[in-house]
């Protein structure tokens, strides 16, 4: 059975934890104890009916206020399919967590409050995901049930929408649903006030629709993250290479390079927790041993020589800003980048985003709380790298304030 990972993202209010705990409840997915606690939550505040938002909102300021603040994961499984689900805050504040979230995500589920259209969050949340190469985007139109199931109010979502898409590169497939999670209406059983609608359901889409995975298989890449070196007498003389395999195949007997020094050798063995492999890949944490005694350490990189990553300590990135300070070039950061970690600076802001009109913004050049836009970064010491859409472990960093430790941008390598 494969693993779905999807994200979900909307303005505030839009159902997005109202439509995972209707998800959860239609599917049985939920226990008997979960159900009675959220139903004694709901009785205690007052609800005329059981919230379900309260199954994904656990912070106590998020069922006070009813919004989503921080990411909350959620693990269910139909008999197609296991599914790992990050719900998303979709207050503009907050949008770093939404980045967080959809980073590992192979699919986005956009809502759309059928009353209010298509929204500046709207567009945000899509440009997002095409950023992060989310290929795969359901538009879920909610709250049908307040226009009155109008399939006139849909078709013209459904046109502003694919308008605006269709500016975006990267999105590959747009599947788009009415649906109601407050009553259930196309979530997980088809929705008889919706006669005119003759697409799937949104589970049924979520069960069937083909992603392929997003690890790369081609490029091999192995991030040391430390090296195993045991004092006992059994394993005397063994020195081995942890890490997990961020792209491509290691098999004993390979021919490898480490970076950035750049020694050769060949693959002696490969080990994980469950006894030794034959071939190890992304996403694998294993150990990796060598015939040569060279010297690596944590931050040092495993690859083939026939297709090593670009080396260098001039990167051009597109990069979502964190932090409420705004950007100040030439300011240090700490860049942190697989499991390697070097100062950098900001050498130059290229350009921002109009994230409605999808512009560049080149005569306001400062980086503002959840601003997005192209920048070029110098490092302090040479990385082993690729391009985001190669690869999304090796083309992602962090910048991360030095004097705070607060991670001040995500950044994806062009």
């Given amino acids: 059975m494969d693993l ?6 909307g303005s505030v209010d ?19 104890d979960q159900l009675a606690a959220v139903e004694r939550f709901s009785q205690k505040r007052g609800d005329a009916r059981v919230d379900l938002a309260l199954l994904t909102d ?9 919004i989503t603040i921080d990411v909350a994961y959620r693990y269910f499984a139909t008999p197609r399919r296991k599914f790992i689900i990050a719900d998303t805050p979709g207050h503009i504040q907050y949008t770093r ?33 095409n950023l992060l190469r989310i290929q795969h985007v359901i538009l879920a139109v909610n709250k049908m049930d307040l226009v009155d199931y109008s399939e006139e109010t849909y078709e013209r979502i459904k046109a502003d929408f694919s308008d605006f898409a269709s500016r975006l590169e990267n999105l590959v497939e747009m599947t788009f649903i009415p649906i109601s999670a407050l009553n259930g209406d196309n979530v997980v059983d088809k929705s008889d006030a919706m006669p005119w609608y003759k697409g ?7 069960e069937t629709v083909y992603v392929r995975p997003g690890e790369n298989h081609v490029e091999a890449r192995f991030p040391v993250q430390t090296v195993i070196r045991p004092h006992s007498d059994e394993w005397h003389d063994f020195r081995g290479y942890a890490g997990r395999v961020a792209g491509g195949v290691f098999k004993p007997g390979d021919a490898v390079v480490a970076l950035p020094s ?8 490969v080990h994980s927790a469950d006894g030794d492999l034959q071939e190890a890949f992304a996403p694998l944490s294993v150990t990796l041993t060598l015939e040569d005694e060279i010297d690596i350490s944590r931050g040092d990189m495993i690859v083939k020589p026939n297709n090593p990553p670009e080396t260098g300590q001039d990167l051009e990135a597109m990069i979502c800003w964190f932090s409420e300070r705004p950007l100040s070039t030439r300011t240090r950061f700490a860049l942190r980048h697989t499991t390697r970690e070097v100062a950098a600076i900001v050498k130059d802001v290229r350009y921002k985003v109009n994230i409605n009109t999808l512009h560049k913004i080149e005569d306001d050049l400062v980086f503002r709380m959840n601003d997005i836009g192209r920048i070029a970064i110098r490092t302090s010491a040479p990385l082993m790298f690729d391009s985001y859409a190669k690869n999304r472990i090796t083309g992602s960093f962090i910048l991360i304030d030095e004097a705070t430790n607060e991670t001040v941008a995500a950044g994806m390598i062009i």
């Fill in 200 to 206: 799937p359901t949104l589970l049924y889409h979520l």
């Fill in 97 to 129: 967590n939404m980045v967080t979230g959809a980073s590992t995500a192979n699919l986005a589920i956009i809502l759309i409050d059928a009353r209010k259209g298509v929204i500046e969050q709207t567009c945000r949340h899509a440009f997002l995901a």
């Fill in 262 to 269: 750049g020694f050769q050798s060949r693959i002696k063995s």
């Fill in 4 to 9: 779905l990972r999807f994200t979900t993202a």
């Fill in 14 to 32: 839009d159902g997005k934890s109202t439509l995972i705990g209707r998800l959860l409840y239609d599917s049985k997915s939920i226990f008997e």
């Fill in 58 to 66: 656990g912070l106590r300021a998020e069922r006070e206020q009813g």
